[in-house]
DNA sequence: CTGAATGCTGGTAACGTTCCCACACCTGAC
DNA sequence: GTCAGGTGTGGGAACGTTACCAGCATTCAG
């Protein structure tokens, strides 16, 4: 609180303390090459001791450049986009950047609000995660962006980092097989999602590879939330079924609510029913049983997506798309069929 | 992709195009007073059609404000932190200004390395919870700024705001009275963070207006995560008692790691054991039973922060200390001791 | 001994905005 | 007809930085 109204020192006091002219201060402050070593040395320590501080506004002005990155994600609340935003962080501040993180609360109007925040920032580029339909707003934004999260299929033409759903999902449906589960039931996102066809695309190929007619998977959609989650299961617990019921859900918040819904049906997870997740949120360890899943990296989508968009701004060739693999959590949601004595009930899915 | 290249346009192109001086379209763009009707228009319709938006970094380098608050938090990734920073957004949205949110991951080097990207980036101001024991590193940052959370008391002289932690625990030590329970024990948080000290005081106090001696009450220490509440449970269940256990943590991590090592011990909550969190966080909703606990007004922390930090910044007469007050979420982790016949076992508390 | 090349430095012009001052024009009063 | 006052406008400087160009020694080849 005690120097708060001196002014900040500029470059021409530093030059002025020690005796050269502000272009050789400017130059031994970037650590330009053509610059006598002594003076360097004392441009150096006179600026330690001014307690300067370039104005990154100044140079933003002259180079063009502001030095702000933009983060555009659907909730920061959501533990996956908060790792998401820790990783863009981390590899932003690496290179003296910093990030501008907004919330777009599944809103497309917020969304493009936001957008146009970050162009009166005048950040260099941004990262985001559309939830808006139209290609308007991103085309109006005109400022180099990468795509983050499964959203960037509708855009080719982008470069973009996402986690890699094919090989998550082969890695669940192998350790649901593993486990004794041949054909899980399916809990999806809103037919309006774009995820949720990828996700179901990656199934059918899966199912495909194994000889097992993807006709007979049965399947219900919902909200990406755990009220969604729950709804979805009254409904597949409401079809007719016999023995186990496994079910794979598109979201960790859905298969959390699924986990209540069972519950409420009076069955027992994993005993009645095995339930696979999908994100990795913390809250997943919470439940009883803890929740397996399938772990996105969010961290490491953030630092690539922090990466691909230097690349974007540079000019430097675009890496195109990026697809990061993702890791089993092995919790307690799985009851394991394959061993010698079925748990409770024998046989896996339905009539 | 497409006009990416082009130059965006000035103020200069925005007079040339209206046909009048740079000075007269400032004034017309900034809506000063002094101005003919028609010509304002002209200049207005010209911005549109020119595709004009003013430039924030001239705007900052000539006024000495960059439009641009800081927001130093310990964990973006814990949604009540999460909560605040979308509180703070959108209140500084509002004006006009964008926010920097940084996580300091509870690591004091880390948040001395924000600061100083604050200070660099040229924030007009900061939200800070301070992580760091030292004074030092808010002295240096020589900005406006204001205290959030409960680390503000070390700093009297600076404006802040934070949850009325003596109400929160008045709440909820009522609530638990209410159903019964009248000593519950306590798992607080590590000696060395200073809300522990406050929790710990506005519980005593409570007891000596109830007539019950602070002595008889049972405590644990533990660090402020999951893991930190079930060892300190495990060390709570170790001590002699008998009949009902009720807890009240300091902390929803901890209440829920405390769930979890009652479980590990053969004990069923809410039937043998009560716990009571605090703070509010979704994951608490997941648990089994669902956890009851004392919410913080996160979200509302951040929009009193935001206006607290614009008065700091305009030199208005600081509005001091702001303490917001909580609200208690019922769900189902504690026993209703107070009916007729009691749950299972009689009596609260120990011998 | 001259000319060019090299190493280092200083001056100055931008970048886009806002603010201050000056000036031109008009109106109305003396 | 002149002067005071108001209204609207234009010109320039400033904010702090970087980039460019010119200048001054010094060195070295011819």
Redesign the interface.
């Known amino acids: 609180?005690?120097?708060?109204g001196g002014r900040r020192p500029t470059i021409i006091d530093v030059a002025a303390r020690a005796g050269v002219s502000k272009s050789t201060a400017a130059r031994a402050l970037a650590g330009a090459p053509n610059i006598n070593a002594e003076t360097r040395e004392r441009v150096l320590k006179a600026a330690r001791l001014a307690g300067y501080?370039?104005?990154?506004?100044?140079v933003?002005?002259r180079s063009g450049r502001?030095?702000?990155l933009g983060l555009v994600i659907p909730d920061?609340?959501n533990?996956f986009w908060?790792?998401v935003?820790?990783g863009a962080?981390d590899r932003a501040?690496q290179n003296?950047v910093?990030?501008?993180?907004?919330?777009s609360?599944w809103d497309a109007a917020k969304e493009a609000?936001h957008l146009s925040?970050l162009?009166?920032?005048?950040v260099d580029g941004a990262i985001i995660n559309p939830v808006s339909d139209s290609f308007d707003d991103l085309?109006r934004f005109?400022?180099?962006f990468v795509l983050i999260g499964s959203s960037a299929e509708r855009f080719p033409?982008?470069s973009s980092v996402g986690s890699d759903i094919a090989q998550a999902v082969r890695l669940g449906l192998d350790h649901l097989a593993e486990k004794g589960h041949v054909a899980p039931n399916l809990i999806l996102g809103p037919k309006s999602r774009l995820a949720r066809a990828r996700f179901l695309r990656s199934v059918h190929q899966h199912c495909v590879e194994r000889d097992i007619d993807p006709a007979i998977l049965v399947m219900e959609d919902g909200e990406y939330t755990?009220e969604g989650g729950r709804l979805a299961m009254q409904r597949l617990l409401k079809r007719p079924h016999v023995g186990h019921l496994a079910v794979f859900a598109a979201n960790d918040m859905m298969a959390?609510g699924a986990m209540?819904a069972a519950?409420e049906a009076g069955l027992s997870c994993p005993e009645d029913v095995s339930i696979l997740g999908f994100d990795g949120i913390?809250?997943g360890?919470?439940?009883?049983p803890g929740l397996t899943t399938i772990a996105k990296p969010g961290r490491e989508m953030g630092i690539r997506a922090v990466e691909g968009l230097f690349d974007e701004i540079e000019g430097r060739p675009e890496h195109g798309r990026i697809h990061l693999p993702c890791r089993l959590v092995e919790r307690a949601s799985l009851a394991d069929l394959s061993v010698g004595t079925p748990q409770r009930k024998a046989g896996a899915g339905r009539i």
């Open positions: 609180m005690s120097k708060r501080e370039r104005n990154h506004l100044a933003g002005m502001s030095g702000l920061i609340a533990p908060a790792d935003a820790r962080q501040a003296d910093s990030l501008l993180v907004f919330s609360d609000a925040a162009r009166r920032a005048r085309d005109g400022l180099p033409d982008t755990v959390i209540m519950r913390p809250a360890a919470f439940t009883t």
